[in-house]
């Protein structure tokens, strides 16, 4: 087994900020092509990511990168998430995945962009 495979499965295996916080904002995040869904719980204070939990219920794949991209965006500003790039999180599990397999990797990533996209939008018309 070579790394890439020894890291992803250690992250599908041992999830991450595995979990859920109570009464924090909750996004559902869904990839339709293979039936991949996610709950990601959020706390934000001061705008950085204090906390990030999550149930999921997907692939392999699904579950170690949304483990690797939680770890890596905890503490982030909103502003910071805004700027990683979908080559950025490959980067982070080691592999750009072929096509029919990107989705797996970037739908929980594109939801809390997403969350952060309304927040700074939010911010700035106020």
């Known amino acids: 087994m070579d790394i890439y495979q020894e890291f992803i499965m250690d992250h599908a295996k041992n999830p991450r900020n595995s979990g859920r916080i109570k009464g924090e904002i909750k996004i559902a995040a869904a990839n339709q092509l293979c039936g991949d869904k996610a709950d990601i719980y959020i706390k934000i204070k001061k ?55 990107q989705k797996c990797v970037l739908f929980a990533a594109e939801a809390i962009r997403s969350l952060a996209l309304n927040r700074q939008k939010a911010k700035i018309s106020k």
Do not use: Q, V
Not at 54 to 62: A, K, P, R, V
Not at 65 to 89: C, G, R, V
């Open 47 to 101: 705008n950085k990511l204090a906390d990030i939990k999550y149930e999921i219920d997907g692939c392999i794949l699904s579950k170690a990168a949304l483990s690797i991209f939680s770890e890596h965006i905890k503490t982030k500003s909103m502003k910071t998430i805004l700027k990683i790039k979908n080559k950025d999180i490959f980067k982070l599990i080691g592999a750009e995945p072929g096509p029919s397999r």
